[in-house]
């Protein structure tokens, strides 16, 4: 069965702040989601990451992915109150885009 | 704007009451799921039709049905409610399933059981 974890799960940081979360896996995957959840709202799509050292960035969110490793990194650069949401992480092992969530980390960012 | 929508964005019901939620889309994806979030854990998935194939998970319950009747269009049917339902209902959709498709959710339908 597939497990997918992520720490921490709750991350309380100051404006300014540089940080960053993690999310593993227990499955060979090239195929690594993150999404944003806004309380009581649905899931924003964030990044598709695709192969081994992928990196995407948006603003001031860089994902990466080491396959090898099992794990996906979510990098914050000098947060902002706006960033406060909860993150999840997802993976894909199949070819059947059928997707295992993360537990989610709740950034809460403080001015 | 293409997007998914979900109907009712909140539904209360009574414990044992069948109770149904619907999902459209305008996207014209072929694939459309099905997810199950409790409050403060991840979403679960439930099912997913790809196209008119209905592909259920292996540990979603009996108490748990769908319905796509056509490309746009699709329901969640809880045919017995019970408290431990009570979560928010996501609807998302694909275009196929190949590797890296990004699945677009809807609002959701929060459902609380009485």
């Known amino acids: 069965e597939l497990k997918v974890e992520q720490n921490p799960l709750f991350l309380s940081m100051q404006e300014g702040k540089n940080y960053t979360i993690y999310c593993n896996y227990s499955?060979?995957?090239?195929?690594l989601y993150w999404y944003r959840q806004d309380p009581g709202k649905s899931l924003e799509s964030l990044f598709v990451l695709l192969s081994n050292g992928a990196v995407k960035q948006e603003g001031r969110l860089m994902a990466s992915l080491d396959t090898k490793a099992r794990l996906s990194t979510l990098h914050i650069t000098a947060a902002v109150h706006d960033l406060s949401a909860t993150y999840f992480c997802a993976v894909d092992e199949t070819s059947g885009s059928r997707l295992t969530f993360g537990e989610g980390t709740q950034l809460t960012v403080n001015p | 704007d293409a997007m998914v929508i979900q109907n009712p964005r909140y539904q209360v019901t009574q414990f044992g009451k069948p109770v149904t939620l619907s999902c459209s889309q305008t996207?014209?994806?072929?694939?459309m799921y099905w997810y199950q979030q409790k409050s403060s854990q991840a979403p679960k998935l439930l099912f997913h039709?790809?196209?008119?194939?209905?592909?259920n998970e292996a540990d979603t319950p009996d108490n748990f049905q769908s319905r796509r009747p056509n490309t746009s269009f699709c329901f969640l049917d809880i045919r017995s409610p019970g408290l431990g339902d009570a979560a928010m209902y996501l609807c998302?959709?694909?275009?196929?399933?190949?590797?890296?498709?990004?699945?677009?959710f809807g609002p959701g339908t929060r459902l609380t059981v009485l």
């Open positions: 998302a959709t694909s275009k196929g399933q190949a590797a890296g498709t990004r699945q677009f």
């Open positions: 499955t060979t995957s090239d195929r």
């Open positions: 996207l014209n994806h072929n694939v």
């Open positions: 039709y790809y196209d008119k194939d209905f592909n």
